[in-house]
């Protein structure tokens, strides 16, 4: 069965970080895409980063340059470090896994539970 459990998020000020960690079981993330998307109530979910070893690397642009996405097989864990957070930036975030980043995670392989982040001072 494939499962990502989100965990690192937090109430951070504005200009904070954060780390937020994906950890797979039941498939191999170096076959698979893994995108963070956040959701706040009210507004439809939004997709920040994805990672794929065929595609890369893509960026919502609103965050790019402040949040990096990356993956280590070997503990088969996809992070994103947040950085220069923004109020904007609070909602509760998931990780969701498919085939491939522009497969557009409609109907995700696996989803977690979300983490709250919230930027505030």
């Known amino acids: 069965q494939l499962q990502v459990v989100e965990s690192g998020g937090g109430l951070v000020q504005p200009g904070g970080s954060l780390r937020l960690s994906c950890a797979a079981s039941?498939?191999?993330?170096?076959?698979?895409?893994i995108g963070w998307f956040r959701q706040v109530p009210g507004k439809e979910r939004e997709g920040v980063a994805c990672i794929s070893s065929s595609e890369g690397i893509q960026y919502k642009d609103s965050v790019k340059g402040r949040f990096a996405i990356s993956r280590d097989n070997a503990r088969n864990t996809v992070f994103l470090q947040m950085n220069s957070l923004k109020p904007d930036d609070t909602g509760v975030y998931y990780c969701?896994?498919?085939?491939?980043?522009?497969?557009?995670?409609?109907?995700?392989?696996?989803r977690g539970q979300g983490t709250q982040v919230t930027v505030s001072s």
């Open positions: 969701l896994a498919d085939f491939r980043c522009n497969h557009g995670f409609e109907f995700p392989l696996a």
């Open positions: 039941g498939f191999s993330l170096d076959n698979y895409a």
